[in-house]
């Protein structure tokens, strides 16, 4: 797993993630600092009232994790109590330690653009975005066959680059448009197919709470990146 990090001056960087837990506005990672020297909790949210949102989770590879209650990540993380206290309140961990957690940063590579190529990958896009939900699509800019689609997403900003895109359903475009509910990716005749549902259910359909599809487009190839805004303590 790889997290996207923005700091409070700004700065973006990536770690691997060797542990995450709690829910919500809750949720933390363990992973590195920002100069690489140590492990920490950093909470999903870090500002006055949880707004300024400082993690992504770009990549979701979650392979040989354990899970002890609502604590899942590598079992050296999970098991090991005392270090893990450590870690939660900052301090110094035996360089041995971190040592094992610089061997997984030392296998992260971030693309400039990370593409969907299957399920798992469209995970990833969906842990980025949160599902879309309460996304709108600012702009689409287009050429002949290929297109870039700009959402504001929780936290920040998604980018879709689309190669031989073609639109089955377009919704209202902008800072005022058409709000999602969620997004699905699916696989079809060779194609990404990106269905959009709004927020809003239709009256005949409140009963089994189904929700109209607003945007549908499909390509050969979808690739895609996000960035997490940057707000300052004097914005609230």
């Not at 363990?30 to 950093?42: A, M, P, R, S, V």
């Not at 604590?71 to 893990?84: H, M, P, Q």
């Not at 809003?200 to 805004?229: N, Q, T």
């Amino acid at each position: 797993m790889i997290a996207q990090v923005k700091t409070q001056a700004g700065t973006v960087y990536y770690t691997a993630v060797f542990a995450i837990f709690g829910k919500g506005s809750s949720c933390t990672v363990i992973g590195f600092d920002e100069n690489f020297e140590t492990l920490q909790c950093i909470p999903f949210y870090a500002s006055p009232n949880h707004y300024r949102q400082q993690v992504m989770i770009v990549e979701t590879t979650r392979d040989n994790w354990v899970q002890d209650g609502d604590l899942e990540g590598y079992d050296w993380i999970v098991y090991d109590k005392k270090r893990l206290e450590h870690i939660r309140l900052g301090r110094l961990l035996h360089p041995d330690f971190v040592a094992r957690g610089k061997a997984l940063q030392d296998e992260v590579n971030v693309p400039e653009w990370w593409e969907v190529t299957d399920q798992k990958t469209a995970n990833d896009i969906r842990w980025a975005t949160a599902d879309f939900h309460d996304a709108v699509i600012l702009s689409m800019e287009q050429t002949e066959t290929d297109a870039i689609l700009q959402f504001e997403i929780w936290g920040g900003t998604a980018l879709l680059r689309l190669e031989n895109a073609e639109f089955h359903k377009l919704c209202e475009i902008g800072a005022h448009g058409e709000e999602f509910y969620s997004a699905h990716i699916t696989f079809e005749g060779g194609k990404v197919h990106f269905r959009g549902y709004g927020s809003e259910v239709d009256e005949d359909d409140a009963e089994e709470g189904l929700r109209p599809m607003i945007f549908h487009f499909s390509c050969a190839r979808l690739y895609w990146k996000v960035e997490l805004e940057t707000v300052t303590f004097d914005q609230f």
